[in-house]
């Protein structure tokens, strides 16, 4: 087993692709908002993109350029990051929702990261221009 929950960062020039990692605790239930969230130093925490049964969520700023999905049978979260941009750079954490909100969708919940339980030390993406 890995020791770490989130791989796959890296340091990238503007327009290179990365593809985030995320080891799902094995207690998540499959239906369950789950999601990438991400902070550049001197900035909020912000939701990036999340998926729950039904439907998938994305923050305006990585629409059409990030894609989230889910391997349920090896419980893995994936990020596939296209046409990076500088200002992508941030550390990037994967979470589920605190206990009180774990009935609410991901449009609701996700542009609320303290509503979300962060499981690892995140993984650090660096994108130059």
């Known amino acids: 087993q890995v020791q770490q929950v989130e791989t796959g960062g890296g340091s990238v020039q503007a327009g290179g692709s990365l593809r985030l990692s995320c080891a799902v605790p094995?207690?998540?239930?499959?239906?369950?908002?789950i999601g990438w969230f991400r902070q550049a130093p001197g900035k909020e925490r912000e939701g990036v993109a999340s998926?729950?049964?039904?439907?998938?969520y994305y923050a305006d700023s990585v629409k059409d350029r990030f894609t989230i999905s889910k391997d349920n049978a090896k419980n893995i979260l994936y990020l596939q990051m296209n046409s990076l941009k500088p200002e992508d750079s941030a550390m990037y954490y994967c979470?589920?929702?605190?206990?009180?909100?774990?009935?609410?969708?991901?449009?609701?919940?996700?542009?609320?990261?303290?509503?979300?339980?962060?499981w690892g030390q995140g993984t650090q993406v660096t994108v130059s221009s």
């Open positions: 998926i729950e049964t039904g439907s998938i």
């Open positions: 979470a589920s929702p605190v206990r009180e909100a774990e009935l609410l969708p991901c449009a609701v919940i996700t542009p609320n990261p303290r509503r979300f339980n962060y």
């Open positions: 094995g207690y998540i239930d499959s239906n369950v908002c």
